[in-house]
């Protein structure tokens, strides 16, 4: 029986390898442990009883930052619906959005987290707290921005401490911002490409995706947008790690002929393209540590899956 590979042999115009969408994790490591959050209520905000009406007081001012920062720039903050796609309200947005970089859409969200709550537990005549992680449910904020590197992308910031971050972007627009900057032509898929006027300079742009780039994307933003801990809190150790919660590596086949990618029903793109895709859920599963430092590795895996999937050894057929 044939392999995929030699049954699109010749029959393909574009063939890419690339990060599809990226899910990070940011995580404050001092924030983590009830120990840590008596040290930071102590330490940097200069309590000596460490009160949970301080936990309150940093939830109240980080509101009240991002209401103060969306009424300067004349954006609403918009309540999402239960199941609405929250993308496709960014991409309306984005189209109303005039800039090359900025902030397109503020939208906030009740979702579950692991919040810190404090009871009191006094030693001896002396007032004092002890805190234990819960479950809570409360207001999450979506920075949907636009970035000169990576296009479209998110970050969402909960409002109750340890401050748990999620960062969503896209390899592809990474790419497609790039190639704009170079001034190199191309025609777009949903999510991919159609065509390119320089492929080969497609496929390196693609692989200088880098964990560095990411991590400059994350702090560019950071220093812009209302945030819940102070450049202070930051410099003294109290700034969000990035950790991989879902990598997607894919290499998307573009048909010279759509009709003979049609039998091949493997995630077609546009009726023009087929996409393999390498999904990483729990980089752990693989023996590799979650940290942004370890990307190069992921999609180097995720890669190797792809390949087996389109050229199987005799092992895996």
């Not at 442990?33 to 940093?58: D, H, K, Y």
């Not at 200088?208 to 930051?234: C, H, K, M, N, Y």
């Amino acid at each position: 029986m044939p392999t995929i590979r030699e049954i699109l042999r010749d029959k393909v115009s574009l063939d890419i390898r690339s990060v599809d969408r990226v899910l990070l994790n940011g995580w404050v490591k001092n924030l983590q442990m009830a120990g840590g959050v008596v040290t930071f209520i102590r330490e940097q905000r200069g309590w000596e009883i460490p009160s949970p009406v301080m936990l309150n007081n940093l939830t109240v001012a980080f509101r009240t930052a991002v209401e103060q920062f969306a009424a300067a720039r004349g954006l609403e903050i918009v309540d999402f619906e239960k199941g609405e796609s929250k993308e496709e309200r960014a991409q309306r947005a984005l189209t109303q959005f005039s800039g090359k970089s900025g902030v397109v859409l503020i939208g906030k969200a009740q979702e579950e987290t692991v919040s810190f709550k404090g009871r009191r537990n006094d030693k001896g005549t002396k007032v004092w707290f002890t805190y234990r992680r819960e479950t809570v449910r409360v207001t999450h904020y979506y920075f949907y921005v636009l970035d000169e590197d990576f296009g479209l992308a998110f970050i969402k910031v909960c409002t109750y401490l340890p401050f748990a971050v999620k960062v969503c972007f896209n390899g592809h627009a990474w790419a497609k911002q790039q190639l704009t900057k170079e001034g190199i032509a191309f025609d777009a898929l949903d999510n991919g490409f159609a065509q390119c006027a320089d492929p080969r300079r497609l496929q390196a742009l693609c692989h200088q995706l880098t964990a560095a780039a990411i991590q400059a994307f994350f702090d560019r933003w950071v220093d812009q947008l209302p945030w819940p801990l102070s450049p202070a809190e930051r410099d003294a150790g109290y700034q969000h790690d990035l950790s991989v919660w879902q990598l997607e590596v894919s290499r998307t086949q573009v048909f010279a002929d759509p009709e003979q990618g049609r039998a091949l029903k493997q995630d077609p793109k546009d009726n023009r393209a087929r996409r393999t895709e390498m999904m990483i859920n729990n980089p752990y599963d693989f023996g590799c540590p979650r940290g942004i430092a370890n990307c190069a590795d992921l999609v180097a895996l995720g890669e190797r899956f792809n390949e087996r999937l389109l050229a199987p050894g005799p092992r895996d057929r």
